[in-house]
């Protein structure tokens, strides 16, 4: 009877949920990491005594610190640091564009030497924030896909949704039909993550939708903290319009879609090489 009391007890289903829910918690946060440093970097700008130090340029120094922090302690690797700054680079254009005198989507109203074309430096790293979140997640919750499309669909949608963020100023917006496609392609594809043990999944689509929600929160959080500016916060902080909600879902496609094809060409190359090595 003694070693039948000892066997361990299988755990019911609300537990399993609340050991699952938790470790998805943890390791979502522990993915933010960057992306979390760097709100806190936008608070802290707006309460420190910078001196002659303008905001943007200390927010600039601050997310090149955190960069180099997290390369040398390898929370991210050099190959992930190549992608992000992939992302800085788009980011950083279409900064650019949207703060144009002729559109105007929102500015940079404060004065700083790392801005060009009336954009500081540090705004490209939101960009690759979201990068360096899906690429933490993808590895700390060991994801994976199945029924993933083609190239021949997934990178033309990829190019369709950026180009879409210029084009659309001039001619007809085509977010919706976009979007329409992103869930036609990618009707079949699951993604798979494992919060502990057992792996679970959700459609691909939904993915884009539950990111790029909490990324809109964020979008309210940075603006609080005068991150930029939009033009109806001009005389104070306002919620962030919810049309925002799904350019940045579309945004989180880019970003995922990018990353995905990338990891497959990579492992592509891995193979191929494996394949030479045995038949050397």
Excluded at 60 to 83: C, F, G, N, Y
Excluded at 94 to 122: C, D, N, R
Excluded at 128 to 155: C, G, I, K
Excluded at 272 to 280: M, S, T, V, Y
């Amino acid at each position: 009877m003694t070693s039948a009391l000892a066997l361990p007890q299988p755990a019911g289903p609300f537990t399993t949920f609340c050991r699952e829910f938790l470790a998805f918690g943890l390791k979502e946060a522990r993915a933010c990491v960057f992306a979390g440093l760097f709100f806190v970097v936008l608070g802290l700008s707006t309460k420190l005594p910078l001196g002659s130090l303008p905001r943007y340029d200390f927010i600039l120094l601050m997310a090149l610190a955190i960069q180099a922090i997290l390369i040398s302690l390898r929370v991210e690797t050099w190959d992930e640091v190549k992608t992000i700054s992939l992302f800085h680079l788009l980011g950083f254009a279409l900064e650019v564009f949207k703060t144009s005198p002729a559109i105007h989507s929102w500015a940079y109203p404060e004065f700083a030497y790392s801005k060009v074309f009336g954009v500081p430096f540090y705004s490209g790293f939101m960009y690759a924030a979201v990068a360096s979140y899906l690429m933490q997640a993808w590895r700390l919750l060991d994801v994976r896909l199945t029924n993933y499309p083609s190239y021949n669909l997934s990178l033309p949608l990829c190019l369709g949704i950026y180009l879409n963020f210029f084009t659309h100023h001039f001619i007809i917006d085509l977010r919706w039909p976009l979007a329409a496609a992103t869930v036609f392609i990618f009707r079949r594809t699951r993604v798979y993550f494992r919060p502990i043990g057992v792996a679970r999944w959700m459609p691909l689509p939904l993915s884009f939708v539950l990111i790029g929600f909490f990324i809109w929160l964020a979008e309210n959080i940075a603006t609080f903290f005068h991150a930029w500016q939009y033009p109806h916060q001009k005389h104070g902080w306002a919620m962030v319009d919810w049309g925002k909600f799904s350019s940045w879902s579309l945004l989180v496609i880019i970003s995922f879609i990018v990353i995905a094809d990338l990891k497959h060409y990579k492992t592509h190359l891995q193979h191929k090489a494996d394949r030479n090595d045995a038949a050397a």
